[in-house]
């Protein structure tokens, strides 16, 4: 004979019942005890009908506090769509400060709430909660199955490390404009900097959260890392700039697209250097991690493939080593990425940069060109003036940007852009 199980409610009746048998037990005793005088049963029985009724009140309160929650109308959670809905009056990105040194460590979807594998692959907000730790454990995270499970567009991404604010933005909106889809564009500005001026559109919400960077200090390559690290999350990306406020491109937006997505290699400046400014930065107590025959050098302005990209951020052997032992003057930003992508992927790099500068005036900083310095002659000679490889062979397109450019080069070189480098106006 087979007995069935209990439901869910049956279990609950006999519950009941069993209750209601011993609360009429206990009063039945109780009466008993008082007719014969019994004071210490009387007591007890009446402590024991205290402490059960006490039960019954906080279970009864327990179970209806709970059940107000579960049907919030703020708060709900759907099992087939595995989201959380938030409340309708609220913007889902004020629950996440655009500044991760503020903010509590949280891993939460940078879209809220993730509805598509769209979201998680392409993050339309910027803003997160994830402190560095975070990020960077998320962004080093690499598919295993090589084909992408949608009609995937490489981009570049183009990464800002500025000071506040970007006086050469018009110059730049007309690089971009009618290429929609084939860039993205990180900016990483101090801490709590507010721009005076109207944003630029193109450059329009693209602040990714950051934290103070001092120039020759350790902070320095952590903010290029945060860079590298929220681009890498949007997986389109398959090129990466970095760039500052003082860049100017000196070819249109199609060259340099083509020109990165079709090469081989990285542009990252590496090379030894037996001077006193290279080799003799070099620390003995890196060693073993390190040696002085590993020791390299570099531009700190790099365009990296997306599988180096990866291993720049994590990187958790060489990174402690730099940032306890290369100090100024030894600089981290011109010593680490060169010698740990030495190092590790070798063949992947060109070994030079693709970001040219004007060093010819000595000393800690390039030259800084201003507005009588802008001619179409200049601008020439930094585009085809120079010799170099480009996938096995020689090309005279050696750099596709240039710096220090002063604000007030502005005017000439918007005027000279459209001719010149074919920009939209």
Known sequence: MKIKPLSYRQGGEMKQCKITVFLKDLSTRFRTAVREGSLQATITVVLCLSLVSFVVILTMFVNNNVKRYLVSEDYSYSPQSATFTLPSSRSPCSYFLCSSFLSPPSLQPLRFPITSLRDWLTPKELCHSMNDKELLWRASMV????????????????????????????LWEMFFKGHEGLYSIYLHRPPGFTNKHPESPVFYERQIPSKPAEWGRATMIDAERRLLANALLDFSNERFV??????????????????????????????????????????????????????????????????????????????????????????????????????????????????????????????????????????????NGFKCTYNGGITSVCFLFARKFHPNTLDPLLRIAPGLLGFRS
């Open 143 to 170: 598919p295993h199955i090589d084909e992408y499970p949608y009609n995937r567009t490489p981009k570049v991404a183009f990464m800002f490390l500025t000071r506040g604010s970007l006086p050469l933005a018009p």
């Open 242 to 383: 970095l760039l500052s406020e003082t860049c100017i491109p000196v070819f249109n937006f199609s060259t340099i697209y083509n020109y990165l997505t079709n090469s081989n290699q990285s542009f990252l400046g590496s090379f030894d250097d037996p001077r006193h400014t290279g080799r003799g930065r070099y620390n003995k107590k890196m060693r073993p991690a390190v040696t002085l025959s590993d020791w390299r050098k570099g531009s700190q302005w790099f365009e990296v493939h997306r599988k180096v990209a990866i291993e720049m951020i994590s990187d958790v052997k060489y990174h402690p080593v730099f940032r306890d032992h290369c100090r100024p003057p030894c600089y981290m930003d011109e010593h680490y990425f060169p010698t740990l992508v030495t190092k590790i992927l070798p063949e992947m790099n060109s070994n030079r940069s693709i970001t040219w500068v004007d060093w010819s005036g000595g000393g800690s900083h390039p030259r800084r060109f201003v507005r009588k310095d802008v001619s179409e002659a200049f601008l020439n000679q930094i585009r």
